[in-house]
Antibody, heavy 118, light 107 residues
Framework: EVQLVESGGGLVQPGGSLKLSCAAS????????MDWVRQAPGKGLEWVGR??????????EYAASVKGRFTISRDDSKNSLYLQMNNLKTEDTAIYYC?????????WGQGTLVTVSS | DIQMTQSPSSLSASVGDRVTITCRAS??????LAWYQQKPEKAPKSLIY???NLQSGVPSRFSGSGSGTDFTLTISSLQPEDFATYYC?????????FGPGTKVDIK
């Protein structure tokens, strides 16, 4: 069974940093691109970024709203995906989901809440 | 960026009704469109990929069609567990973008 479990969310002040993790199981993690998607409270879904697999040099893509502040990485030996978030803004407050990039975003984690507030 | 619109933004329907949701892209995306279902306080669930392909385990009452800029999601006979919000998403161009959602509730 495919499972994606996010962790690392919490309350952080504007300008602060936070690193989210996503533990994957039930599939060959290294074979898949992975993405982060977020959802602000009561709002719709927003794609954050993608990381490709080793065969594609682990290259990344980002939404303009986070480019230069967020970094996606992965550790295939640990079946883990990461999202390093720096210089956080109040508008980054959201539930952050990790998703498997298969046939579209075919599996999603349960999400982790990030609240940016003073 | 490609803008995705959905109509209607919400609808009320009864169990057994046929429901159709429309999604439009601001430019052509070939068939690179997905549909997701989200229930309150839950993560989205993938329903359809590549415009018309059902994800494994998704009931056959769900179907998708379209290409280019215009797409539809149809639920042939609405069931109690289908009351949720539905999102379309294009993955033809970066940044990937989602529609604003269509909330389906009970009439």
């Amino acid at each position: 069974e495919v499972q994606l479990v996010e962790s690392g969310g919490g309350l952080v002040q504007p300008g602060g940093s936070l690193k989210l993790s996503c533990a994957a199981s039930g599939f060959t993690f290294s074979d898949h691109y992975m993405d982060w998607v977020r959802q602000a409270p009561g709002k719709g879904l927003e794609w954050v970024g993608r990381i490709r697999k080793k065969a594609n040099s682990y290259t990344t893509e980002y939404a303009a709203s986070v480019k230069g502040r967020f970094t996606i990485s992965r550790d295939d030996s640990k079946n883990s995906l990461y999202l390093q978030m720096n210089n956080l803004k109040t508008e980054d407050t959201a539930i952050y989901y990790c998703t498997r990039d298969g046939y579209s975003f075919d599996y999603w984690g349960q999400g982790t809440l990030v609240t940016v507030s003073s | 960026d490609i803008q995705m619109t959905q109509s209607p933004s919400s609808l009320s329907a009864s169990v057994g009704d046929r429901v159709t949701i429309t999604c439009r892209a601001s430019q052509g995306i070939s068939g690179w469109l997905a549909w997701y279902q989200q229930k309150p306080e839950k993560a989205p669930k993938s329903l359809i990929y590549a415009a018309s392909n059902l994800q494994s385990g998704v009931p056959s009452r769900f179907s998708g069609s379209g290409s280019g800029t215009d797409f539809t999601l149809t639920i042939s006979s609405l069931q109690p567990e289908d009351f949720a919000t539905y999102y379309c998403q294009q993955y033809n161009n970066y940044p990937f973008t989602f529609g604003p959602g269509t909330k389906v509730d009970i009439k």
